[in-house]
């Protein structure tokens, strides 16, 4: 016999703007999980999300940042690391 994994619910607050935003979706529910999906794949792999870094991870950090830099893509304009010594390979 097949094991079916149990879904578990998740409720949530939401103001006012938001449920507004909501309300004309016709199945929610699949939006909020699909929109979860993609916003927990863009989460930033040093900070986890939570938008600040630990006095540890700084330290890290700083050390990473001494060979590497921040870039803005011609094409596409989007901010992105750098290894100095790729820059200096371009140079």
Do not use: Y
């Not at 909501?22 to 699909?34: C, E, K, T, V």
């Amino acid at each position: 016999m097949t094991e079916r994994k149990k879904e578990e619910i998740v409720t949530f607050k939401v103001d006012q703007t938001l449920w507004d935003a909501l309300r004309g979706i016709p199945n929610r529910s699949q939006f909020i999980r699909s929109a979860l999906r993609i916003a927990l794949d863009s989460v930033c792999p040093l900070c986890q999300g939570t938008g600040t870094l630990t006095p540890d991870q700084r330290k890290h950090w700083q050390r990473f940042a001494e060979r590497h830099a921040l870039r803005k893509c011609d094409q596409c304009r989007a901010v992105h690391l750098v290894c100095a010594a790729d820059v200096a390979k371009e140079t």
